[in-house]
């Protein structure tokens, strides 16, 4: 049963570098070492209190209020988890209307764990844009974009550089990719696509794993070994360009493991809780608390994103 700020230590190993042995040359003094990258997450509480109302407000209201808090409070923390998920990966805030949290915040879990952005060698842009500051209202996400993208977890580290390379998930005895944009984002792939090619794009998915995979199931398609997800969660901000005026969605790809989640005891071996109690002087008012013992984190290691890659670009409300 972990306490609130605890932090939870894991381990991530980089690929082996250097030359084989040859021939009868000693293996002795000529052994590769494990090289272990440490990290950590700290796991916080997270409760709602639900009011289920006083005596005569349950008798004037002929529905079931239990079992209404008890509906909304699940769909309260699953809001929760989802937005803190997506902050996290995305590494802020971002300016989200619909968030629970205010854009004030630095951590899903009062500064717990506070967001950290993409290194340098980890992020990518639209069209001509090389930076925050050069992105421009026209660079638009495109096909082009996912392919630096691509060819970014293709090429970068895995060797003497000291950079982990991205590792992809194996789905069918292939390595795949997931990328997760912004509904807008979507938008503007379609359109940048055109008819033909984004058909090509949804019959990619179909002829693959197609429904045995939930990496699959429900996604816009597949491109370059990428699986294509549309979420409207996926971070925006409004700071990008020359003026600081430019409105942004941050895509990623990610590999595996591109987020950790850890979870701490919430009750009797739980990871979630749902606790009634009685208050009032005459115990008649009904309380429920919901809550959560978790932390999230983007892993990083040596200061450099290890297992997925943003990709900044342009949004437009397209309606």
């Not at 021939?23 to 494990?34: H, I, S, V």
């Not at 990619?204 to 045995?212: D, S």
Request: charged letters at 25%.
């Amino acid at each position: 049963s972990q306490q609130a700020g605890d932090e939870i230590t894991y381990t991530v190993y980089a690929q082996l570098t250097g030359q084989p042995v040859f021939g009868d040359d000693n293996l002795e003094g000529n052994a590769a070492k494990l090289d272990g990258y440490v990290d950590k997450v700290t796991i916080n509480a997270i409760k709602k209190p639900v009011d289920v109302g006083g005596t005569m407000t349950r008798k004037r209201n002929p529905d079931d209020l239990r079992m209404i808090a008890k509906d909304k409070g699940k769909d309260y923390m699953a809001r929760f988890f989802d937005e803190a998920c997506h902050m996290t990966l995305a590494g802020k805030r971002g300016i989200n209307p619909e968030f629970i949290l205010p854009t004030t915040v630095t951590s899903a879990s009062q500064n717990t764990q506070p967001f950290t952005d993409y290194d340098a060698n980890h992020i990518v842009y639209g069209g001509a844009a090389v930076s925050k500051g050069t992105l421009a209202s026209t660079d638009k996400f495109s096909l082009d974009a996912i392919d630096k993208a691509v060819t970014m977890a293709q090429t970068e580290g895995g060797g003497s550089d000291g950079k982990m390379r991205i590792s992809p998930l194996s789905m069918g005895g292939e390595d795949k990719f997931v990328l997760l944009m912004h509904p807008w984002q979507e938008h503007d792939l379609r359109i940048a696509a055109g008819n033909s090619r984004w058909v090509d794009i949804q019959k990619a998915a179909t002829t693959n794993m197609g429904e045995r995979s939930k990496i699959f199931k429900n996604s816009m398609g597949e491109y370059r070994g990428v699986v294509l997800r549309s979420h409207s969660k996926v971070i925006r901000s409004n700071d990008y360009g020359t003026g600081s005026n430019v409105n942004a969605a941050r895509a990623v790809l990610m590999g595996r493991q591109a987020l950790v989640v850890a979870f701490g005891d919430a009750g009797q071996g739980q990871r979630a809780s749902w606790v009634e109690n009685l208050t009032d002087l005459d115990n008649s008012r009904p309380i429920i608390t919901f809550g959560m013992v978790v932390g999230f984190k983007r892993p990083q290691f040596n200061s450099q994103d290890i297992s997925s890659i943003a990709i900044d670009t342009a949004v437009t409300k397209p309606y």
